[in-house]
């Protein structure tokens, strides 16, 4: 009996530290939780401000501005953040219209699609099913034979080539090593 008193007592003097939720006003939640989370301050010093400002805000580059928009090397594309493999170069084609577009993906489940009713618009956005990282959009006037067009921002991707950089050159660029 004057165990639990004791006890009582004791949890009773405790201070009781009752802290308002951290998150600054205005943060977007997203609703769905992803495999792979990354802390949002080293995504900021990692990534380049579009790179952020599309992956985490679901921004958009500007048409012909990204550096993937005319690229034809050969290798896969990459989700920037994370490094799955989204997008392989024999599906890139030119749409006009200022960004990457592909007809179809590496893996059909390493993207992930959902409705977007921003700007008055019905559109497909398509995100990294695996960190969550806002890719671009899906329209269904793509070539044969899928007859899809994913229309990706240049920001959100990296880009593997398929020739393994010779080791001299190796030490100029170096943007997209990614450790872990
Ligand atoms: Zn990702």
């Given at each position: 009996m004057?165990?639990f ?9 405790q ?5 308002a939720c951290g998150?600054?006003s205005g943060?977007?939640r997203?609703?769905?939780?992803w ?6 301050d080293e995504?900021?010093k990692r990534?380049?401000?579009?790179q952020?400002h ?6 958009t580059?500007?048409a012909f501005?990204?550096?993937?928009a005319?690229s034809?090397?050969?290798g ?7 490094g799955t ?9 030119d749409?006009g219209?200022?960004w990457p577009?592909?007809s179809?993906l590496?893996?059909?489940?390493s ?9 008055g618009?019905?559109r497909v956005?398509t995100s990294?099913?695996q960190c969550?990282?806002h890719l671009?959009?899906?329209f269904?006037d793509?070539?044969?034979p899928?007859g ?6 240049s920001a ?25």
């Amino acid at each position: 009996m004057s165990g639990f008193n004791l006890l009582h007592l004791v949890t009773k003097s405790q201070p009781v530290a009752l802290k308002a939720c951290g998150l600054p006003s205005g943060t977007r939640r997203s609703k769905k939780t992803w495999p792979v989370t990354f802390p949002q301050d080293e995504l900021k010093k990692r990534l380049t401000p579009m790179q952020y400002h599309v992956t985490q805000e679901r921004g958009t580059e500007s048409a012909f501005a990204g550096e993937y928009a005319h690229s034809k090397e050969e290798g896969t594309y990459n989700c920037i953040v994370c490094g799955t493999p989204l997008f392989p170069s024999d599906k890139k084609f030119d749409s006009g219209s200022g960004w990457p577009a592909f007809s179809d993906l590496v893996k059909e489940e390493s993207i992930t699609i959902t409705d977007d009713f921003s700007y008055g618009m019905h559109r497909v956005e398509t995100s990294c099913s695996q960190c969550g990282a806002h890719l671009g959009h899906l329209f269904d006037d793509g070539p044969r034979p899928t007859g899809k067009r994913y229309c990706i921002n240049s920001a959100s991707l990296g880009f593997q080539s398929k020739k393994a950089p010779a080791s001299a050159e190796a030490a100029g660029g170096g943007a997209h090593l990614q450790q872990e």
